[in-house]
């Protein structure tokens, strides 16, 4: 469902992502795992057509990344590292402007708030603005953003950054629970995260894959924890 | 409803979340009478609006200035830029649909001076012409400074750095075609050159409009300030939006 062929970008002197390629298909989960400034979030930006590359391509449902941006975002459910939203409105009202950007409306809309707004559990302050919730709540309606069209592709950095423990483990069953119908892509720093729902993981540093594997043939193959893994991998790649 | 309406509804309706619209639909209600009256209103014994839509260019400077300062600014300076342009959206529909919002918004300012309105002709007969003309104009000029507003919006995250530059690009417009800026050019520059300022200036098409002749040449002016700074806002951002 998805496929990057050689994706390159660089911000000035510095190479963000340096020539990766990798497929995604239904039904895996894909941990996209490496030190802080390895490209992460520039891969997933350029997936969700937020900023182009300098070289290489992605399709995305069929959908070619540079040809045809909008029908691209459209098959996506992208959450961005920080969360954004608009602090000014309320949960209820935010909500209803992605509905009204995706098209979402009349009973289908109905049909998809009673199904995002309990499985991410913001009931209880959907009236409420969003400048004045906590910042698991902000992730949460940010995770209802991502959800609310059902898309095929699901491309969330550090979905569960911020959450309480329980929340942690809510968001992870629901990610186990839709990976089946979905095709889903997630970053983290969390390693036992990668272990409980990632089916497939990538290690990235400096822009490049260093690793593509699943979390338990690396444990196996390695003969130490996941943890253990990803130290010898990386150890010298972090940017100075 | 299409994504360019989904962006005018959210954003004209976020004017009204905050008391920043109210606060500057006062000031700028009580700046447009106190001018209008300092400037002799009754001493002219006339029934006419001149002396209230004189006083919009300057007035306007600052009002577009200050309310497109944040439409892009305050986008990119807090992410839900990532969130916007992540959504099924192109730039164009996104950045019309702000310029729209913003310009409904200080098109509701304009229609709020209408006890002027009903003050002149309570005193006298007017010429509705005129005054329909100068309502005319007067709002191609604040689409017009919006769209120069969005840009510098687009251009920086810093807010006060954004309405800095769009007031100056937006004062400059106006101030080119002031009697005192031509003279001051005539010393120096040829006639044809000093025309052609002139003719740049948005004050020599507001002030035609104001004579209640609508020509093609001062609509198209303003058809082309728009289209053309609304065009480089897309393009300028498209570039800055991930910066």
């Known amino acids: 469902m998805i496929e990057v062929k050689d994706l390159r970008r660089s911000f000035g002197p510095v190479t963000a992502v340096d020539g990766i390629s990798f497929n995604v298909e239904k039904g895996q989960v894909l941990g996209l795992l490496g030190p802080n400034g390895a490209g992460k979030t520039t891969a997933m930006r350029m997936l969700a057509c937020f900023i182009r590359p300098d070289k290489g391509t992605a399709t995305v449902c069929g959908h070619d990344i540079l040809k045809d941006p909008v029908r691209v975002r459209q098959s996506i459910g992208y959450l961005a590292e920080s969360a954004p939203s608009y602090s000014e409105m309320t949960v209820g009202s935010f909500l209803g402007f992605i509905c009204d950007v995706r098209k979402i409306k009349g009973a289908a809309r109905k049909r998809a708030l009673d199904r995002v707004v309990p499985t991410c559990s913001i009931e209880s302050v959907y009236h409420q603005t969003i400048e004045t919730l906590s910042k698991g709540y902000k992730r949460r309606v940010g995770l209802a953003q991502a959800l609310i069209h059902d898309p095929a592709v699901l491309i969330w950095d550090e979905p569960t950054d911020g959450l309480d423990p329980n929340q942690k483990h809510e968001v992870r069953r629901l990610i186990t629970a839709m990976s089946e119908e979905k095709c889903i892509i997630i970053s983290t720093h969390i390693l036992e995260e990668v272990e409980a729902i990632c089916t497939r993981c990538i290690i990235v540093a400096r822009g490049k894959i260093l690793v593509d594997s699943t979390p338990q043939k690396l444990k196996d193959e390695n003969k130490c924890s996941l943890d253990e893994v990803f130290r010898r991998i990386t150890k010298h790649t972090g940017r100075s | ?243």
């Open chain 2, 1 to 243: 409803m299409n994504s360019f309406l989904a962006v005018f509804k959210r954003e004209l309706k976020s004017y009204f979340t905050t008391p920043l619209a109210y606060v500057f639909l006062f000031i700028f209600l009580v700046l447009s009478g106190f001018l209008t009256f300092q400037k002799g209103f009754y001493e002219a014994r006339q029934a006419d609006m001149t002396r209230f839509f004189m006083n919009m260019p300057l007035l306007f400077v600052g009002m577009a200035s200050a309310t497109s300062m944040r439409l892009w600014a305050e986008e990119r300076k807090v992410g839900s830029v990532e969130l916007l342009f992540t959504l099924p959206i192109t730039i164009r529909e996104a950045v019309l649909g702000k310029l729209c919002a913003a310009w409904v918004f200080l098109s509701i300012a304009l229609a709020l001076t209408f006890p002027m309105v009903i003050t002149v002709f309570y005193l006298g007969s007017p010429d509705v012409g005129v005054i329909v003309t100068g309502y005319i104009g007067t709002w191609l000029m604040v689409g017009a400074f919006l769209a120069i507003g969005c840009f510098f919006s687009a251009l920086t995250k810093n807010q006060v750095i954004s309405v800095v530059l769009s007031s100056v690009a937006c004062g400059i417009l106006v101030l080119l075609g002031m009697p005192t800026t031509l003279n001051y050019l005539a010393g120096f520059l040829p006639m044809g050159l000093v025309n052609a300022v002139e003719m740049m200036s948005m004050r020599t098409h507001f002030e035609s409009i104001q004579r209640g002749v609508l020509t093609f040449g001062d609509l198209s002016y303003f058809a082309i300030l728009i289209a053309g700074w609304t065009a480089a806002c897309v393009v300028v951002l498209d570039e800055r939006k991930a910066s």
